[in-house]
């Protein structure tokens, strides 16, 4: 008598739609993972960047260590400057220009190591924008990176994104760390960046309601992950367009990559920016598709 043939199993199609829905969420949860390891350009992140083989407080570790204090809000804010109103209220990541300008912006910026991190921006003419968390500033250090023409602004008092927060504990978290700014350069700061870029709406009405203009980032190297040296300017430069946000660390690895990255962007023929210098060579882009190359098909 020839083999049996079994009878396929009714079950078997149930099996397979089960495994494949198995595979699709076993994806879901690993690319879940990977972005809650972004750093603090990423919208998702829960941790604080860590220095390479550095130990550093997690966001709410530092809430917990270092509680913002009451702080009423500053009498007599002078009115920002004319240019600044086409990007009241709107999330910057970049500014619409054919120019070869990039703003370079530095976050985590604290008075501890301030003077060498000015003094290694002044000797590679890069011009910059130092996003300074307050708990770790002192008007002394905002003072010396402004004497230097270097701009000075906001990074929450603790580093947290204020998204999260409710309007009081938002307006605290700004409104401490732009006095100590402001005692120190004598000027109100124009900028303001969320940690992890954890905005939402009612941390963009937050920085509007303090006066204050909200910046993103275009060109993110992650130097937040280890990367230095040539490895850091090539992850630079290969993205590299007009009228970017560039986002570094107050980090001494990064700080000792400054010569090759200011000679790299001069053989580009680039020159990097404040923000607000950089804010005054176009229009808003409120999304990276309307940096150039891409401007013309958004209408810009």
Aim: hydrophobic content about 40%; proline content about 9%.
């Amino acid at each position: 008598m020839g083999a049996r043939r079994l009878k396929p199993s009714v079950t078997s199609p149930i099996l397979r739609l089960l495994g494949r829905v198995m595979r699709k969420f076993l994806l879901l949860l690993f690319a879940i993972a990977l972005l809650a390891s972004a750093g603090c350009s990423s919208p998702v992140a829960t941790k604080a960047p860590v220095e390479p083989n550095a130990e550093k407080p997690s966001a709410s570790q530092a809430t917990t260590l270092v509680p913002p204090p009451t702080t009423p809000v500053p009498s007599q804010r002078p009115p920002a400057p004319a240019w600044a109103d086409p990007y009241k209220g709107k999330l910057i990541v970049g500014v619409v220009t054919k120019e070869p300008v990039v703003a370079l912006t530095i976050d985590d910026v604290g008075a501890s190591d301030m003077k060498p991190l000015v003094d290694a921006l002044v000797a590679n003419d890069l011009h910059a924008t130092l996003f300074c968390s307050g708990s770790e500033m002192t008007t002394e250090a905002a003072a010396y990176a402004a004497q230097h023409g270097i701009e000075v602004a906001n990074h929450s008092w603790n580093h947290v994104a204020i998204g999260w927060y409710r309007p009081a504990a938002a307006n605290a978290q700004i409104m401490q760390t732009a006095k100590i700014i402001e005692e120190g350069t004598g000027e109100w700061p124009l900028w303001y960046r969320a940690p992890f870029q954890g905005y939402k709406s009612q941390g963009r009405r937050a920085v509007a309601a303090a006066g204050m203009l909200a910046a993103g980032v275009s060109n993110d190297p992650l130097d937040y992950h280890g990367y230095t040296g040539t490895t850091l300017v090539k992850r630079i430069s290969r993205r590299l367009k007009p009228g970017q946000i560039v986002l570094l660390h107050h980090y001494p690895q990064t700080i000792a990559t400054f010569p090759a990255i200011a000679q790299e962007l001069r053989r580009r023929g680039y020159q990097t920016l404040t923000m607000s210098e950089l804010a005054q060579t176009g229009k808003p882009a409120t999304s990276v598709w309307q940096l150039q190359p891409f401007a013309r098909f958004f209408g810009h």
